[in-house]
């Protein structure tokens, strides 16, 4: 069963350590040590997370002597941006039209009101 690129990139981003690498990835090349820090995991567990990213396309990892960097590739989270993109013009749409149906319900309600206030009593008048 083959899986596309953009369900391969929301699974590698729905994990918050894959996401926190990716994040330390942004300021540039590191090396797994490096990266492996700041985590209370095991070495194995960081490299099993290197190899999801990997095979996401969302990094990629060279060789250079005893020092293996990883690079950050962004092709896979534009694809996920865009994807994600026509989602937020629907609820930006969708907010404006709620808006504009909540301010002419208040205008409604404005008029309701103003109808209903009772009249003002002059003085020597009868209810």
Sequence with gaps: MSVDRLSSTFAALADPTRRAILARLALGETSVAELAAPFSISPP??????????RAGLITQS???QWRPCKL????L???ASFIEQ???FWE???DRLDSYLQELQKQEK???SKK?????KKGESK
């Design 63 to 65: 060789r250079q002597a």
């Design 45 to 54: 567990a960081v490299t099993k997370h290197l190899k999801v990213l990997q």
């Design 117 to 121: 206030k009772p009249r003002a009593i």
């Design 78 to 80: 534009q694809e996920a």
């Design 73 to 76: 590739e962004a092709a896979p």
């Design 93 to 95: 749409q969708s907010f």
């Design 87 to 89: 989602y937020r013009q």
């Design 111 to 113: 008029k309701t009101v």
